[in-house]
């Protein structure tokens, strides 16, 4: 676990020395998590450490968006002013990038509801939180549970 | 300590706490785990977003106790330093799905670019016929983008760095709490793809969301966020600079 933290961190400080190189405005974590996925591929496999690591940070990603998103309270003035036009502007343009991807998508890989539920695990340590996310996942989606794909055709 | 002082000074202390890191950090943390626990109560539910919530409150203990935001960021900073280790972590689940991803390459490459797209002219089309500033449009251009990406953008086409940041979260919020009903109407089941729209539309925010309902939407939202921010590192700014 903590060699694992270890090594997310050295990751994270090559983005940043070759985001400060080259002045690009690609975030350093951004680059540091390009060089780590490139760094797994060609490993062909995930330290177990590493593995650990990332789980436990990426179970609980919401809370490190909370510092910045307390900033909000700076700008209630000028939000409030402009309250309808930007209010609006999100919700539609988030609600439009969410449909075409996913329309675009069901049209092109074809809809699978089987999907993480009967097939090969992806990893020995996810296999069993899959499952577990899988039952409760059921109760959110509205359409009945997964079938298996020999019956869906 | 002084002669004649009997019990201990309740103002002093809270003087004394509220000045060191230890009050920021303990009041983000103690909010979010209060917030995360009335989402599993709730059956992670949408609307019941632990992000929302533990802002709410940190924002109404702030203004309450007149604490401003700056010394409440000595502490939090601690959080907000492992969002980028956070973001490197996310190439872990993306290793695991590398052979499949591969072969998926091109239409979640399109999927992405339209998705980008749209969610620009959307915005910036609607904030202009609502008669949002100049800069606030500028601020706009970026929201899918995950959000420090978003705020070097905004900079480059005359939009607010600090605005941009808002708007940014503003979005991962509202994703988070129509991915679920809206993916549901649009028929979507299989989880990579449902991931996928989310992390598009709504980077981190939504990923986080997405995780928390199934590890493969959690790991194709990583994805698509992650191609977002660098499709929109690329790009972004010379279509700011076009429709601007």
Excluded at chain 1, 10 to 24: D, M, N, P
Excluded at chain 1, 26 to 34: D, H, L, T
Excluded at chain 1, 73 to 85: D, K, S, V
Excluded at chain 1, 120 to 145: C, F, H, M, N, Y
Aim: no cysteine; proline share 6%; charged share 15%.
């Amino acid at each position: 676990m903590i060699r694992g933290l270890a090594l997310l961190l050295v990751f994270q400080s090559l983005g940043e020395v070759i985001v400060k190189l080259s002045r690009s405005v690609v975030p350093g974590p951004v680059v540091g998590m390009v060089l780590l996925f490139i760094f797994l591929v060609l490993r062909k496999q995930t330290p177990e450490s590493l593995g650990k690591a990332a789980d436990g940070l990426l179970a609980h990603l919401a809370i490190f968006y909370i510092p910045a998103a307390v900033g909000v309270m700076l700008y209630a003035r000028e939000l409030a002013e402009q309250g309808l036009a930007w209010v609006l502007a999100i919700v539609l343009s988030t609600v439009g990038a969410m449909i075409v991807p996913a329309l675009l998508l069901k049209r092109w890989l074809g809809d699978r509801p089987d999907d993480g539920g009967g097939g090969e695990p992806v990893d020995g340590s996810t296999a069993g939180q899959a499952e577990i996310a899988d039952k409760r996942a059921d109760k959110l989606v509205a359409q009945p549970a997964p079938k298996p794909a020999e019956d869906a055709s | 300590m002084k002669p004649g002082v009997g019990l201990p000074n309740l103002v002093e202390i809270w003087v004394y706490l509220s000045a060191t890191p230890l009050f920021g950090l303990t009041l983000t943390l103690v909010a979010y785990v209060a917030a995360d626990a009335l989402y599993q109560r709730f059956d992670k539910h949408p609307f019941v977003n632990p992000v929302l919530i533990s802002v709410s409150a940190i924002v109404a203990v702030l203004a309450f106790s007149g604490v401003p935001y700056r010394q409440y960021f000595e502490g939090a900073q601690f959080v907000h330093f492992l969002l980028g280790t956070a973001t490197v972590a996310l190439a872990v689940p993306l290793a695991r799905l590398w052979s499949e991803l591969r072969e998926r390459a091109l239409p979640l490459l399109l999927a992405v670019l339209l998705g980008g797209t749209a969610s620009v002219i959307l915005a910036v089309g609607t904030a202009r016929l609502l008669g949002a500033s100049d800069v606030f449009v500028a601020s706009l251009v970026a929201k899918s983008v995950t959000a420090p990406i978003a705020v070097g953008i905004a900079e480059q086409v005359g939009g607010s760095p600090t605005l941009a940041a808002v708007f940014t979260l503003m979005t991962g919020i509202v994703g988070a709490l129509v991915a679920t009903p809206l993916l549901n109407a649009l028929g979507l089941k299989d989880w990579s793809a449902r991931g996928f729209a989310v992390g598009v539309a709504a980077h981190g925010m939504g990923t986080a969301r997405a995780f928390s309902v199934h590890p493969r939407a959690g790991a194709y939202a990583s994805l698509a966020m992650g191609l977002h921010g660098i499709l929109g590192a690329l790009l972004l700014p010379f279509a700011g600079k076009l429709i601007l």
